[in-house]
């Protein structure tokens, strides 16, 4: 069975959405049975965080390929070294944005 490695950044302001809405499978579930790596830049040894949903930042902010990021750089290890040395995803909670999103979404409408 191949290998599935795969990330989310919790400061990813749209994937959730997907996730919530779309009726697909949530590849961070267990039960998908991906590997997991990080993309928060918790660490500044580990990279840059990943700050936009885009594959490459715009206007300042960091996709997941963007060159130094934690994300890229666990992408790398993945597809070139057999896994080995990726950093493990941790849950940094939903950013302020995601939040008010949340919140907005969950109030009664008229």
Do not use: C
Request: glycine content about 16%; aromatic content about 8%; hydrophobic content about 25%.
């Amino acid at each position: 069975m191949p290998t599935k490695d795969v990330n989310d950044n919790p400061r990813d302001q749209y994937a959730w959405l997907g996730r919530l809405g779309s009726g697909r499978d949530d590849p961070m579930d267990s039960s998908f049975a991906a590997t997991t790596f990080g993309t928060n830049g918790g660490d500044p040894s580990e990279g840059r965080q990943t700050t936009m949903h885009d594959p490459i930042g715009y206007g300042g902010g960091s996709g997941y390929f963007d060159y130094g990021t934690e994300a890229l750089n666990n992408v790398a290890r993945a597809t070139m070294n057999g896994g080995a040395g990726m950093t493990p995803a941790d849950d940094a909670g939903m950013s302020d944005h995601d939040k008010t999103l949340f919140d907005n979404m969950m109030e009664p409408s008229l």
